[in-house]
């Protein structure tokens, strides 16, 4: 099966939040109900580009492999189901994120990928992909705060959200997240 694509849109070799900003930038180009199709090669994108979607009431339509390349497809949305773009309201710094390492009913959850959190991530922290988060919520406390990270605080921002939506009350975005995390690390590698 094929389908056809209006626009095509190469973020080959690109990392989050790259594949969303160009996203966003082309289906900016098109008119609605015509279809885009990304092709990226970072894991991530198929749950960043579900979400965003999600988020923003353009449609998913879906996505399909070749080799290496993620081929994913999204359909512009008629202008009354757009919904606006929001963040996440309750956000930290990484500063005050450090501070807070050692203490009880903290919960630290790691939305990259596995790969990223293998090469590097703060020390006690949940891996949970944001592609797999909504599947795995039973893993988590809902009483407890939990701060959730990413690369660049992009990731992070659509998992808060899922969590506030899911009842989870005390959740904090942290940003800009561990491309410029400066507190302790530990590998997996």
């Known amino acids: 099966m094929s389908i056809k694509a209006d626009k095509v849109l190469d973020c080959q070799g690109l990392s989050c939040p790259?594949?969303?900003?160009?996203?966003?930038?082309?289906i900016?180009?098109?008119?609605p109900g015509q279809v885009l199709e990304i092709q990226a090669t970072d894991r991530?994108?198929?749950?960043?580009?579900?979400?965003?979607?999600?988020?923003?009431?353009?449609h998913y339509l879906g996505t399909k492999e070749e080799g290496d390349v993620l081929i994913h497809y999204v359909r512009k949305?008629?202008?009354?189901?757009?919904?606006?773009e929001t963040k996440f309201p309750h956000?930290?710094?990484?500063?005050?994120?450090?501070?807070?390492?050692n203490?009880?009913?903290?919960?630290?959850?790691?939305?990259?990928?596995?790969?990223?959190?293998?090469f590097g991530h703060i020390p006690g922290a949940r891996s949970i992909p944001l592609g797999e988060l909504e599947d795995r919520l039973q893993e988590l406390n809902p009483e407890e705060t939990i701060y959730?990270?990413?690369?660049?605080?992009?990731?992070s921002d659509m998992a808060a959200k899922i969590l506030a939506d899911k009842g989870f009350k005390k959740v904090f975005n942290v940003?800009?997240?561990?491309?410029e995390w400066n507190g302790p690390t530990e590998k997996e590698i």
């Open 103 to 118: 203490q009880e009913d903290v919960t630290i959850l790691d939305v990259r990928e596995p790969a990223e959190y293998a």
């Open 148 to 155: 959730v990270v990413c690369r660049t605080g992009n990731r």
């Open 91 to 101: 956000v930290i710094p990484n500063e005050e994120l450090a501070q807070m390492l």
């Open 28 to 31: 900016e180009e098109l008119q």
């Open 44 to 58: 991530g994108s198929l749950a960043d580009l579900q979400g965003w979607a999600k988020s923003t009431g353009h």
């Open 77 to 84: 949305a008629d202008p009354g189901e757009v919904k606006p």
């Open 18 to 26: 790259m594949p969303i900003v160009r996203t966003k930038k082309a």
């Open 175 to 179: 940003v800009p997240g561990m491309s």
